[in-house]
Nanobody, 127 residues
């Protein structure tokens, strides 16, 4: 069983930056893919960024390319999401995921009923 705890959310103005952290505990030796997703009330959760622990390859949703960076600190079992040039449309609850995301033809999708999720951290961007 893998546990994930996010932190680092908050309120910023348009153009600001935030760094989200996700501390991961448990057995991740078989993890294929880690990442971040976000959700706003009334909408489906959407994948934002993915990193493959095996080779460090990263994939981003088109909406965040060039602005967000996903990274991993293996020694501290922590996953990060550096978010720059934030926009009001980035406002959402952000969730850390372990093997709950997949990438097909460059599109990040949610894998329902598989893997583990954190409890989420709120990001609010005001105009």
């Amino acid at each position: 069983q893998v546990q994930l705890v996010e932190s680092g959310g908050g309120s910023v103005q348009t153009g600001g930056s935030l760094t989200l952290s996700c501390v991961i505990s448990g057995d991740t030796s078989s993890t294929y893919c880690m990442g971040w997703a976000r959700q706003v009330p009334g909408k489906q959760r959407e994948g934002v960024a993915v990193i493959y622990p095996g080779d460090g390859r990263t994939v981003y949703a088109d909406s965040v390319k060039g602005r967000f960076t996903i990274s991993r600190d293996i020694a501290n079992n922590t996953l990060y999401l550096q978010m720059n040039s934030l926009k009001p449309e980035d406002t959402a609850t952000y969730y850390c995921a372990d093997d709950s995301l997949s990438v097909v033809r460059g599109i990040i999708s949610i894998v329902a009923g598989f893997g583990s999720w954190g409890q989420g951290t709120q990001v609010t961007v005001s105009s």
